[in-house]
């Protein structure tokens, strides 16, 4: 009977401490005005107001200068069909080329059609005529868009010269001669075909991480500020456990509500592909949350004052971004790179979560990412508890 009570008097002395390092470290939270908006209203706005901005995925109408040296009916046609098109249209109309890149040079225009003075000569003697198109190589989305819309408006008006020259009696002879191959295009996991669609999913994912990273970063950068490590929490000889789990208890409770905010809300507030059932998600956002948790502790070792954080968030969010392979292809990312991004939760939760809002994927599709986050977050508990270990019994 006496050991029994002993154990139920260690069990209660046990969770009494971990409640009151919990208590703690929510009551801090909300106190600290930095901590408050950097680990609580970042992620309830940053989400919004990122979505918000890529929510027209499409850029259209990108202003064009114009240099028609061949003043014929052939060249004003192409440049009625380009000006009609939805990606572009024609802004200015210039006399040389000079006068062109200088509207260029002062961002008047994001490119220049330039079309020589042979073009209505060579195609009416069957000879391949040529338009240059110069783009504006900064904006991805711009340079897409203005090829896109050149090319089409090139192969439709070769299609009608194709109809003229092969005396073609009937529409379904036109059809034959200027397309003997028709191609069924299939928008696959993104059907809208947006930029949205296709990054910001994997953004709300870096973003659990790195506000997470940044939140439990500030505490231990006012910790070191003020050196009163040695003097929070339990001081029993064991403290160092009840701050490691109220600590981690306290952040994983607080963002296991935001994440499912994030990841469940967020994209039917915007329309973004979201095909994933709640229940689903549910299997991936803990064991991500958890492994974001621990890796955020670990790196929080490294962090002397509060500000070095923002650095360290900063400098982080990128390479992040591109490791996870969702904006370059995880194909032509070097080795010695691929095998850091083995070390970074985003990189499997971002492919995880991407499967099963995107793609269809179930639960099992995903098991291997979520047994890594599992992993790594078993590992990163005992990096974290080691050096939370570890310097305070520096300090002491």
């Known amino acids: 009977m006496g050991k029994k009570y002993n154990i139920i008097r260690t069990v209660h002395h046990v969770l009494r401490n971990v409640c ?3 208590a703690y470290n929510l009551k801090r939270m909300f106190r600290d005005q930095a901590l408050l908006t950097f680990a609580i209203i970042v992620p309830l706005l ?11 995925e499409f850029v259209r109408d990108i202003p064009l200068a114009v240099v028609d040296m061949s003043h014929s009916q052939t060249s004003r046609e192409f440049l009625r069909r380009l000006d009609a098109t939805q990606e572009v249209k024609v802004a200015y109309n210039c006399d040389n080329m000079k006068e062109a890149r200088e509207l260029s040079g002062k961002q008047k225009t994001r490119g220049i059609i330039y079309i020589p003075a042979d073009f209505d000569i060579k195609i009416n003697r069957g000879e391949q005529a040529q338009v240059s198109v110069y783009c504006d190589m900064a904006l991805m989305l711009t340079y897409k ?7 089409s408006v090139a192969l439709d008006m070769g299609k009608d010269m194709m109809i003229h020259s092969s005396g073609a009696m009937t529409a379904h002879d036109e059809e034959v001669t200027t397309t003997p191959v028709i191609i ?32 439990i970063g500030l505490t231990s950068g ?15 000889g064991r403290h160092v456990f009840y701050r490691f789990i109220g600590k981690a208890a306290a952040f994983i409770m607080l963002f296991l509500p935001l994440s499912m905010y994030i990841c469940m809300a967020v994209p039917q507030f915007f329309s973004f592909t979201a095909i994933a ?35 360290v968030v900063v400098f982080t969010s990128v ?33 995880a979560y991407l499967s099963l809002s995107s793609m269809g994927a179930s639960t099992n599709e995903i098991l291997p990412e979520i047994r890594i986050l599992c992993i790594q977050a078993l590992a990163y508990s005992i990096t974290a508890f080691l050096s939370m270990k570890y310097y305070l019994g520096n300090k002491r």
Not at 145 to 151: C, D, G, K, R, T
Not at 282 to 311: D, G, K, Q
Request: hydrophobic share 45%; net charge negative; glycine share 6%.
């Open 277 to 311: 059932r709640h229940s689903d998600l549910m299997y991936l956002i803990f064991p991500y949350v958890m492994a974001c948790t621990m890796f955020a502790m670990t790196i929080s070792f490294f962090v002397s004052t509060r500000e070095s954080v923002l650095l």
């Open 319 to 351: 390479p992040f971004l591109f490791l996870t392979g969702i904006s370059w292809p995880e194909s032509n990312i070097p080795a010695f790179w691929k095998g850091i991004s083995y070390f970074i939760p985003s990189t499997f939760g971002v492919r």
């Open 145 to 151: 868009n203005i090829l896109l819309a050149s090319q």
């Open 222 to 236: 006012s910790d070191r500020d003020k050196q009163r490590l040695e003097n929070i929490g339990i001081q029993d």
């Open 46 to 56: 940053y989400p919004l107001i990122y979505s918000w901005i890529y929510t027209n």
């Open 20 to 22: 009151d390092e919990l």
């Open 184 to 215: 069924d295009e299939v928008q696959l996991f993104n059907p809208t075909g947006g930029y949205g669609n296709s990054l910001i999913p994997a953004v709300l994912i870096i973003i659990i991480q790195q506000t997470l990273l940044l939140g």
